[in-house]
């Protein structure tokens, strides 16, 4: 559940559009002058607030449109969780951020919902920021299945579209450490357009347009709440990847906010190195196929996968490299592949040892008319078109989550949380999706410059990823790759991976939760 233009045209781009651009830096950025907030609109936005903290929108037509979409005012709860060993007491408040540009036209409303603990001292009480990945995710995913005060269950009889809804009290909220806000992108969730500009709506849905709207709403949310001086972390899941690194890019260079921390699940980093024809997207997905034939005979760990790990780098990769124009080389490494994901060896040589997603999932078990789930291959459903020459099947893993989640979210957003928006929720937005801009070129999108970069500009910030060993969509032996890969000041003692049983939502398995959470709590203290 996951760019950067050529520098001069994202400089072109985002110095005529985007307001709170972070400018896609070359190799010797530097800081834009941006001494006030800024907007994707290409413009600064009016700095004032209206009810519920956001601002007052401009005049004439836009106006008008504005107020026929405006969402209702913050609701603020007083809520109460009984967890084993404590009873938690925070105030939870449902709304949202209004950004404008600088003539103060309204241009879109960024929904969350924040929880804060009652008593805690705001100066030093830390407070996390959020969000999901897609693009066109909302943060439901985070809150009702990791990280919220209340949970959803993921697996087991949850893991069904007729599942109950019902949350449940989460033991392993991260609460106890730390406050929590939760953010919807424009088009997720309840997070919406009031612009009628076709043209501003687009800079919304690109890769530096919409790490920038985010950046800009935790700051705002930041200054309404008095939280400038909190301890401040950021984390993303996913496509969040993308977006996580840019948003604290953002922060650093352009809002005056400094983070501490960026906590990574399940991230895709670069899109470069692992799509198309580049052989290291093989390199990368090796070890997570490996892993999903060695579970379906017993408890697996990342320990139990260093010799995939170093036959990945290794000879693997050396007879990849050597092509199929070397026929010994190539065959040698199509049977090694099919003894270790016990794919069939002639079907294998047939694919030259070199599996894409799609086809791994169709083929591990295809002689039972199953597919492999891309969110966590160790789950498999039925092929709905099991004789059919395409691949014509969804996700097992992912898609039955959706019916039960979205009715979770919006009953806790309008019974329990009393905010009561018109229209519908948007869990996962076919719509953003489809008109996101990645960009075009020779850089498609990626986040490990920022990340290189945020990590040299402040030594005391820290990154922490966590991924499922069986997650085919963002596997996690892509992300070691890329941390090896950074120079020594971005060493262990800053960057940790961790590496859990289970999918792209780890998190959905209690012992891989509880684990991560202990790693997370390790870095906020």
């Known amino acids: 559940m996951a760019n950067s233009f050529a520098t001069r045209l994202a400089a072109a781009l985002l110095v005529a559009c985007l307001a709170t651009a972070a400018r896609a830096e070359d190799e010797a950025p530097q800081p834009s002058p941006s001494p006030s907030a800024q907007a994707p609109g290409g413009q600064n936005p009016s700095g004032q607030k209206g009810r519920g903290g956001r601002g ?30 404590r009873t938690l007491n925070f105030s939870a408040t449902a709304g949202s951020i209004r950004v404008f540009d600088d003539k103060g036209e309204a241009l879109a409303d960024l ?46 009889d949850g893991a069904v579209s007729s599942a109950s809804p019902e949350l449940q009290p989460n033991a392993d909220t991260w609460l106890d450490f730390t406050d929590l806000v939760f953010i919807d992108p424009v088009g997720t969730g309840y997070s919406r357009f009031v612009t009628t500009s076709e043209e501003a709506r687009k800079r919304f849905f690109t890769v530096d347009g919409d790490a920038n709207s985010v950046a800009l709403v935790v700051r705002r949310w930041l200054e309404k709440y008095d939280r400038l001086t909190s301890p401040k972390y950021v984390a993303g899941e996913s496509y969040g990847g993308i977006r996580g690194p840019k948003v604290v890019r953002n922060l650093q260079m352009q809002q005056g906010v400094g983070v501490r921390g960026l906590i990574l699940i399940s991230p895709v980093l670069d899109f470069r190195d692992y799509t198309g024809s580049s052989i290291l997207q093989y390199v990368a997905s090796l070890p997570t196929m490996t892993a999903v034939a060695r579970q379906a005979k017993g408890p697996v760990t990342r ?59 169709r083929e ?11 969110y966590d291959a160790s789950v498999e459903g039925f092929d709905p078109y099991p004789d059919s020459s395409y691949f014509r099947f969804n996700d097992p893993s992912g898609d039955p989550l959706m019916a039960p989640l979205t009715s979770a979210a919006v009953d806790l957003t309008t019974r329990k949380l009393n905010w009561r928006p018109d229209g519908s929720y ?6 953003v999706n489809k008109a996101w801009e990645f960009g075009h070129g020779i850089n498609p999108a ?56 289970g999918g792209h939502m780890f998190y959905s398995r209690d012992s891989s939760r509880q684990a991560f959470r202990k790693e997370v709590e390790a870095l906020v203290k």
Do not use: C
């Open 446 to 501: 990626e986040s490990v410059t920022q990340l290189r970069q945020m990590l040299a500009l402040d030594p005391k910030l820290k990154l922490l990823i966590g991924h499922g060993l069986f997650d085919l969509a963002t596997p996690y032996f892509a992300s070691k790759i890329i941390l090896d890969q950074l120079p020594a000041f971005a060493g262990p003692a800053r960057t940790k991976l961790a590496v859990y049983p």
């Open 56 to 85: 007052e929108s401009g005049s004439g037509a836009n106006a008008s449109t504005a107020e026929q979409h405006r969402l209702p005012p913050d609701s603020t709860t007083k809520q109460s969780v009984a967890l084993p060993g």
């Open 303 to 361: 320990e139990d996968l260093a010799d995939v790990e170093r036959y990945a780098r290794g000879d693997f990769l050396l007879d990849l490299v050597k092509g199929q124009a070397d026929t010994e080389a190539t065959t040698r490494l199509a049977d090694k592949v099919a003894s270790l994901t016990g794919i069939d060896q002639a079907v294998s040589r047939r694919l030259a040892g070199r599996f894409d997603i799609g086809e791994f999932r």
């Open 111 to 156: 929904a969350y919902t924040s929880y804060q603990l009652d008593g805690a001292e705001k100066a030093n009480r830390p407070v996390t920021f959020l969000f999901n990945g897609g693009p066109g995710s909302a943060s439901a995913w985070l809150q009702l299945g990791n990280v919220g005060p209340w949970r959803l269950p993921f697996d087991g």
């Open 426 to 431: 948007h869990l996962l937005s076919e719509t």
């Open 364 to 374: 591990f078990d295809r002689k039972n008319g199953k597919v492999t789930g891309r």
